[in-house]
């Protein structure tokens, strides 16, 4: 079945270091996203990817580095520089710019311990 | 700036009550919406995507209704179950060249008693 895989789905951090989030998609979309989602703040965007190779920062970008070396993988790093990381963070996908909707994963819950 | 509003925030219904769950977006310029579906600590799972040029979408118990002129959309579950126990959100969609396309409710919170 066609989906999108986000790992680990629970993560923990030590202060001042630095994880990183997987995203895997095998629908052939074009563009991925990553959102954070805080209680009583909906759904914000961190990054976006149209194209490989190519990404744009969102809303809440700082803290934050992806890459986009293959279509089908889209990785989210927090790094130190994030101070306030505990979140949910959710992966999505789309065809084009979302014509036909977005795709989501199942989340991935990171805590600062 | 588009803004998206849920309304109720909370709603809490007994079994076999149809639900109806109100979206409110202040920019009707959109490209379409969509409804999500999203249970305690996991992922969003779409329920249905409406494209601007109809005015309603149905799956099963489920049907919405998008009118663009007035800024709204309405999600009808109808016969509910406990099972439809969950956070539904609203999400718009607009095409531009950069920058946040997709704008999302705050969500309902929806709890069907048996």
């Known amino acids: 079945d066609g989906g999108i895989t986000q790992s680990p789905k629970y993560l923990f951090r030590k202060e001042g270091q630095n994880v990183t989030l997987s995203c895997e998609q095998n629908l052939n979309h074009d563009a991925m996203y990553w959102y954070r989602q805080d209680p009583g703040q909906g759904l914000r965007l961190i990054y976006y990817?149209?194209?490989?190779?190519?990404?744009q920062k969102g809303d809440i970008a700082e803290g934050y580095s992806v890459s986009r070396e293959k279509k089908e993988s889209f990785p989210l790093t927090v790094t130190s520089a994030q101070k306030n990381p505990t979140a949910f963070y959710l992966c999505a996908s789309s065809i084009g710019q979302g014509a036909y909707g977005y795709t989501f994963g199942s989340g991935t819950r990171l805590t600062v311990v | 700036k588009q803004e998206v509003t849920q309304i109720p925030a909370a709603l809490s219904v007994p079994e076999g009550e149809n639900l109806v769950l109100n979206c409110s977006f202040t920019d009707s310029a959109i490209y379409n919406l969509q409804w999500f579906r999203q249970d305690p600590g996991k992922g969003l799972t779409s329920l249905l995507l409406i494209q601007s040029s109809q005015r309603e979408q149905t799956s099963g118990r489920l049907n919405a209704s998008l009118d663009k002129s007035s800024g709204r959309s309405t999600l009808y579950i109808a016969a509910s179950q406990p099972g439809d126990s969950a956070t539904y959100l609203c999400a718009v969609i607009k095409i531009k060249a950069a920058g946040n396309k997709l704008t999302f409710g705050g969500g309902t919170r929806v709890l069907v008693k048996p």
């Open positions: 990817s149209q194209i490989v190779n190519d990404f």
